[in-house]
């Protein structure tokens, strides 16, 4: 078992950066793959960025290649979301999730969820 916990959100003007990490305990990291979802009011969840349990495998949903990057140190037992020219759709509370070994870009797969994060993109 692993437990998730998400941190970085906060209140940015478009074209600007932040960086969300996931940090998690309980369980040998370096096994889990970690995807970044995120969830606007009224709107399904969503799937935003995943790493595999090496870092050799990423994928990316298209409207935020080229702008987000995600990476991992296992030795911190923590997967970063650099999120860089932020747009004001880009706004929701921002979850990461944990399932074994390989990447999936369907939130039903995750085993493991952290509580979010809230990003804020202003215009």
């Known amino acids: 078992q692993v437990q998730l916990i998400e941190s970085g959100g906060g209140l940015v003007q478009a074209g600007g950066s932040l960086r969300l990490s996931c940090t998690a305990s309980g369980s040998i990291f370096s096994m889990y793959a970690i995807g970044w979802f995120r969830q606007a009011p009224g709107k399904e969840r969503e799937f935003v960025a995943a790493i595999n349990w090496s870092g050799g495998q990423t994928d990316y949903t298209d409207s935020v290649k080229g702008r987000f990057t995600i990476s991992r140190e296992n030795a911190k037992n923590t997967v970063y979301l650099q999120m860089n020219s932020l747009k004001p759709e880009d706004t929701a509370a921002y979850y990461c999730?944990?399932?074994?070994?390989?990447?999936?870009?369907?939130?039903?797969?995750?085993?493991?969820w952290g509580q979010g994060t809230q990003v804020t993109v202003s215009s």
């Open positions: 999730a944990a399932r074994s070994i390989r990447t999936s870009t369907h939130s039903s797969e995750y085993n493991y």
